[in-house]
């Protein structure tokens, strides 16, 4: 019972961490700057790395209250994931100022300007970087969702 807690405290712990190192290592050494809709999906990994770090303080029954809040956490930060991520393949429309849906056609120089100069710097529906046709919208999305139903599995486990 201890070990299935301890296995699902590290696995709160290490998904957020994980996945924020990605975060911040694709921006500060990848160039790679966040729209608003990926700093989204940070919040709840924040929340739920401190989250986590309080499980390992707590006694069993506590502890495993607070992982489970933060496999609901990591949770969230997937169905952001997975939003994020169906805006940028143009699975449905955004629903932020990041995603542009400027047309400059029909616009006389001034009027290009001005909407070139309000138009959002990282755009949501455009990924900078993909793997295998994967963004990290979607990466996060796969990685969050599973981390949690991982940590819900072995959270059942533990009577």
């Not at 986590?52 to 502890?63: I, K, N, T, V």
């Not at 805006?87 to 849906?101: A, I, L, R």
């Not at 710097?121 to 990290?136: E, F, K, M, N, Y």
Request: charged letters at 10%.
């Amino acid at each position: 019972m201890i070990a299935t807690l301890n296995r699902a405290r590290w696995l709160a712990l290490l998904v957020p961490a994980a996945l924020l190192a990605g975060g911040w290592g694709a921006q500060l050494f990848g160039g790679l700057y966040p729209c608003e809709m990926c700093h989204w999906q940070r919040w709840p990994h924040y929340a739920a790395l401190a989250v986590a770090l309080l499980a390992f303080s707590a006694p069993p029954r506590p502890a495993r209250a607070l992982v489970i809040l933060a496999a609901l956490l990591i949770a969230v930060s997937g169905v952001i994931g997975v939003l994020h991520a169906g805006v940028e393949y143009h699975w449905w429309h955004g629903f932020t100022g990041c995603t542009s849906t400027v047309d400059l056609s029909g616009l006389n120089g001034a009027a290009r300007l001005d909407a070139l100069m309000h138009a959002p710097l990282v755009r949501c529906d455009a990924p900078q970087w993909t793997l295998a046709g994967i963004s990290l919208a979607g990466f996060n999305a796969i990685l969050s969702l599973t981390g949690a139903a991982v940590i819900g599995w072995w959270l059942a486990r533990v009577r």
